[in-house]
Nanobody, 123 residues
Framework: QVQLVESGGELVQAGGSLRLSCLAS????????MAWFRQAPGKEREFVAG?????YYTDSLKGRFTISRDNAKNTVFLQMNSLKPEDTAVYYC???????????????????WGQGTQVTVSS
């Protein structure tokens, strides 16, 4: 069982940056593929980025968002730069046991989810 707690979401102006964090419980964090998803009001949840064996990003976010992890701290990060109002959403951290190739990260069934952190980008 893994528990995930996101933090770092806040109100930011367009063009600004944020770094989201997701702290995972448990002793085997390094064995999990991790991902970030987001859900904007009135829209379906969408994959943002994942990290397993390599990383993978939604095409539209490449170059602005970077996912990374610190296994010693049981934490995965999402660095978001050049933020736009359309990035406004609740951002969720997700995990699945096993390390998967980058090409599959957006298609996995993630078993564990955090409660989400709100990111609001003002124009």
């Amino acid at each position: 069982q893994v528990q995930l707690v996101e933090s770092g979401g806040e109100l930011v102006q367009a063009g600004g940056s944020l770094r989201l964090s997701c702290l995972a419980s448990g002793r085997t964090f390094s064995s999990y593929t991790m991902a970030w998803f987001r859900q904007a009001p009135g829209k379906e949840r969408e994959f943002v980025a994942g990290i397993g064996i390599g990383t993978y990003y939604t095409d539209s976010l490449k170059g602005r968002f970077t996912i990374s992890r610190d296994n010693a701290k049981n934490t995965v990060f999402l660095q978001m730069n050049s933020l736009k109002p359309e990035d406004t959403a609740v951002y969720y951290c997700a995990a699945v046991l096993g390390l998967y190739r980058s090409s599959s990260l957006a298609k996995l069934d993630y078993d564990y989810w955090g409660q989400g952190t709100q990111v609001t980008v003002s124009s």
